[in-house]
């Protein structure tokens, strides 16, 4: 499976911002996806993720406020990101894998985007 990320920008903190992912290839219902993020300087850390059963989770300093869905249809991804804060200023992957497991673990991931940067100000 191939991916694309968009919707990154520049946003003030506490503003929104909606990214996707769009996928191309078969079986994208065989896959769970997910988005990771890295900062400057940083490693690529996990966001969250979406199984391909449905079931969501997140990184702890994002839950609550991202939210990740998918749309099989339309082989897209999404994560609207909401109450942005300058810490979340990182550029972001999206991801796929029919492992299903270890979805916390960047190397568990075989597919990645290019990635889409997200800057937030203070």
């Known amino acids: 499976v191939q991916l694309q990320a968009s919707g990154g920008g520049l946003v003030q903190a506490g503003g929104s911002l909606r990214l996707s992912c769009a996928a191309s290839?078969?079986?994208?219902?065989?896959?769970?996806m997910g988005w990771f993020r890295q900062a400057p300087g940083k490693d690529r850390e996990y966001v969250a993720h979406i199984h391909l059963s449905g079931s969501i989770a997140y990184a702890d300093s994002v839950k609550g406020r991202f939210t990740i869905s998918r749309d099989n249809a339309k082989k897209m991804v999404y994560l609207q990101m909401n109450d942005l804060k300058p810490e979340d200023t990182a550029v972001y992957y999206c991801?796929?894998?029919?492992?299903?497991?270890?979805?916390?673990?960047?190397?568990?991931?075989?597919?990645w985007g290019q990635g889409t940067e997200v800057t937030v100000s203070s």
């Open positions: 290839g078969h079986s994208f219902r065989s896959y769970s």
């Open positions: 991801a796929g894998q029919s492992s299903g497991v270890r979805f916390w673990d960047r190397n568990a991931w075989r597919y």
